[in-house]
């Protein structure tokens, strides 16, 4: 907890952060998306495995007028064992601040990583509203339940040691994933995530992840709503598991996904990396400025 005291700003002054001036000026986009909602989570502030310049890209070319932080947006856990912070982590914290002031509703449901956050639950830092759980209804009427998903992790739950061993391994998976990409731009190859080809591969990461969605679909249809999302998991999904519409917005350290609502309430995952490498064959007419 200590080491979240160190960071350039502090919940209390998230208020005033818009008013300072990011490293990465933000882009006036000509051709910038429009939705009606967007959920991002596990976006790991405070880690090296953030691809924080990516999402930053997302939310220079991206609008919507609700926007759901579905959890360890910033990661304590990391932040207890060494201080990281760079610029760039702080112009997301920027983005996502101007946008509130703009007008945006965001919704933060702190995840197990941000667990520091939940002692905030109900109150309202510069437009931002931390909440444990949420219900999000769609354009065409349907019910869906918004949670981070980790109340449904057993190992979580129960055995945090183990969790933060598995969290170790992870890190260690994620500095290769950092080399290896580092090589492929030098090649001139697009981002690939070597961490997500491993738990697709990994018989038990597969059994794992399917039981997790089966699991958190029932809770929804205990519940009385027609679909879920969640994160944690880092998989993007759109599936239906006995009737119920099971989402997931995947993640901003392996697979850099975002869920996102279309106004007639059709729901789509963006696949960032894949959406950068197809722009760079059409480039865009964009302005570099600061936002007003």
Not at 8 to 14: E, I, K, N, P, W
Not at 28 to 48: C, E, F, M, P
Not at 137 to 143: E, F, K, L
Not at 158 to 169: E, M, T, V, Y
Request: glycine share 8%; aromatic share 10%.
């Amino acid at each position: 907890m200590a080491a979240i005291t160190r960071l350039s700003f502090d919940v209390a002054g998230l208020a005033d952060f818009h008013a300072s001036t990011p490293t990465i000026p933000e882009r006036a986009i000509t051709s910038r998306r429009k939705y009606r909602a967007v959920w991002i989570s596990d976006v790991h502030l405070g880690t090296r495995g953030c691809n924080a310049e990516m999402l930053i890209d997302f939310l220079d070319h991206v609008d919507s007028e609700k926007m759901y932080l579905v959890g360890d947006i910033i990661d304590g856990w990391a932040m207890k064992k060494r201080f990281y912070w760079p610029a760039t982590h702080n112009d997301i914290v920027w983005r996502v601040l101007k946008r509130a002031k703009r007008g945006t509703e965001i919704v933060y449901i702190p995840g197990n990583h941000d667990e520091m956050f939940r002692q905030f639950t109900g109150l309202d830092f510069g437009g931002v509203k931390i909440k444990r759980q949420a219900i999000h209804t769609t354009a065409d009427g349907r019910r869906l339940l918004v949670l981070h998903g980790d109340e449904f992790d057993a190992i979580t739950l129960s055995h945090r040691w183990l969790a933060h061993l598995g969290d170790a391994a992870y890190e260690m998976m994620m500095t290769l994933n950092r080399w290896l990409n580092r090589v492929r731009r030098w090649m001139g190859l697009p981002y690939w995530s070597l961490s997500k080809y491993a738990k697709q591969k990994v018989k038990n990461a597969v059994s794992f992840i399917s039981k997790f969605e089966e699991i958190v679909a029932r809770e929804a249809g205990a519940r009385g709503v027609d679909g879920v999302i969640a994160g944690h998991i880092h998989k993007a999904e759109i599936r239906a598991i006995d009737g119920i519409a099971y989402y997931n917005d995947g993640d901003w350290v392996e697979g850099c996904t975002a869920l996102v609502e279309h106004y007639d309430g059709s729901m789509e995952i963006l696949h960032w990396a894949e959406e950068m490498a197809a722009r760079e064959s059409q480039p865009e007419s964009e302005v570099r400025l600061a936002a007003a």
